[in-house]
T-cell receptor, first 119, second 117 residues
Framework: AQSVTQPDIHITVSEGASLELRCNYSYGATPYLFWYVQSPGQGLQLLLKYFSGDTLVQGIKGFEAEFKRSQSSFNLRKPSVHWSDAAEYFCAVPRHRPQTGGGADGLTFGKGTHLIIQP | NAGVMQNPRHLVRRRGQEARLRCSPMKGHSHVYWYRQLPEEGLKFMVYLQKENIIDESGMPKERFSAEFPKEGPSILRIQQVVRGDSAAYFC???????????????FGPGTRLTVL
């Protein structure tokens, strides 16, 4: 089974400052990687995903993430955070290695990083 | 295109009662996934279903929990004889079948928050 580690449980950032949330994965092949955001009391919204190709991925709400195979990382970044970015952020991978031709699968999530924005 | 719908949004049950959680996937989606989120935890996979088939239920507790996705109607996650430890947020996600541009991408519903008294 594949796994995901988010080393930071809480991160506090001042509004307008840059942000980087860490994600490390364990995966037996070229991974599919996802970042989701969860606002309080809400479901999860997909921010961005990496399947293949360009290792720098652009997402919604001004977020981007960079896939680094050598470091087994897929860190999420934003150049300037807004108070509305306060939320829980989850990194995820498929539970199993993709089958030949692809295969839908459940996701394995990290434990999440709680982002606090200071005024 | 309506998103994934779950109801009820909040459910309160007493110990020993049954809880039935419903999930309607996005239009055109044939794959449904259920996840459980305990307080201060990430989401844990429970079960993956396609219409009338359970594909992977390796994340489901062996007893009291069951899931179905009938030919018609929503997917149902059923918890019999609930205990306090079942209190959690239960999320449903859906994805299209293979071949589409969003294959393997999951869209989540708002969740059902179950409280067991």
């Amino acid at each position: 089974a594949q796994s995901v580690t988010q080393p930071d449980i809480h991160i506090t950032v001042s509004e307008g400052a840059s942000l980087e949330l860490r994600c490390n994965y364990s995966y037996g092949a070229t991974p599919y990687l996802f970042w989701y955001v969860q606002s309080p009391g809400q479901g999860l919204q997909l921010l961005l995903k990496y399947f293949s190709g360009d290792t720098l991925v652009q997402g919604i709400k001004g977020f981007e993430a960079e896939f680094k195979r050598s470091q087994s990382s897929f860190n999420l970044r934003k150049p300037s955070v807004h108070w509305s970015d306060a939320a829980e952020y989850f990194c995820a991978v498929p539970r199993h290695r993709p089958q030949t031709g692809g295969g839908a699968d459940g996701l394995t999530f990290g434990k999440g990083t709680h982002l606090i924005i200071q005024p | 295109n309506a998103g994934v719908m779950q109801n009820p949004r909040h459910l309160v049950r007493r110990r020993g009662q049954e809880a039935r959680l419903r999930c309607s996937p996005m239009k055109g989606h044939s794959h449904v996934y259920w996840y459980r989120q305990l307080p201060e935890e990430g989401l844990k996979f429970m079960v993956y279903l396609q219409k009338e088939n359970i594909i992977d239920e390796s994340g489901m507790p062996k007893e009291r929990f069951s899931a179905e996705f009938p030919k018609e109607g929503p997917s149902i996650l059923r918890i019999q004889q609930v205990v306090r430890g079942d209190s959690a947020a239960y999320f449903c996600a859906s994805s299209p079948g293979p071949g589409g541009p969003y294959y393997n991408e999951q869209f989540f519903g708002p969740g059902t928050r179950l409280t067991v008294l």
